[in-house]
C-alpha cells in the first residue's frame, strides 16, 4: 500500500507559478514510477509529467517546456513546477504511484489538488 497526500495548489494569475509536491508513505520502495495527472470539469484525467524509478521523464506536449517533474528521495516527496502558467492549466491534479507486478499495474491516487489559472 502507498498513500499520497498532495499540497501546493491554489488560485494563481496567468503567467505565474506553483509547486505541486507530493509526499509518499507506505511500501515507497516497491514504486516503479510516480506521476502527475489533471482533470478539468468535463475532460478525462490525463498524464502530465511522470518520472520513473530510473528517473526518466515524460511530459504532456502542452506543458513541455513549462512544467518539470523531479523528486527528491530523502523527503519521499515528488514535486511538479509549473511555469508560465495558463488557464487551459486549471484543473484538479492528482499524484498517482505505479506498482508493477508482472504485466499487472497497480494505481495509488492522491485526493487531488486544485490548481486555478485566472486573472
Known amino acids: 500500500q502507498v498513500q499520497l497526500v498532495e499540497s501546493g495548489g491554489g488560485l494563481v494569475q496567468p503567467g505565474g507559478s506553483l509547486r505541486l509536491s507530493c509526499a509518499t508513505s507506505g511500501s515507497i520502495f516497491s514504486i516503479d514510477a510516480m506521476g502527475w495527472y489533471r482533470q478539468a470539469p468535463g475532460n478525462q484525467r490525463e498524464l502530465v509529467a511522470e518520472?520513473?524509478?530510473?528517473?526518466?521523464?515524460n511530459y504532456a506536449d502542452s506543458v513541455k517546456g513549462r512544467f518539470t517533474i523531479s523528486r527528491d528521495n530523502a523527503k519521499n516527496t515528488v514535486y511538479l513546477q509549473m511555469n508560465s502558467l495558463k488557464p487551459e492549466d486549471t484543473a484538479v491534479y492528482y499524484c498517482?504511484?505505479?506498482?508493477?507486478?508482472?504485466?499487472?499495474?497497480?494505481?495509488?491516487w492522491g485526493q487531488g489538488t486544485q490548481v486555478a489559472v485566472s486573472s
Open positions: 498517482n504511484a505505479k506498482i508493477l507486478r508482472g504485466a499487472i499495474v497497480y494505481d495509488y
Open positions: 518520472i520513473t524509478r530510473g528517473g526518466s521523464t
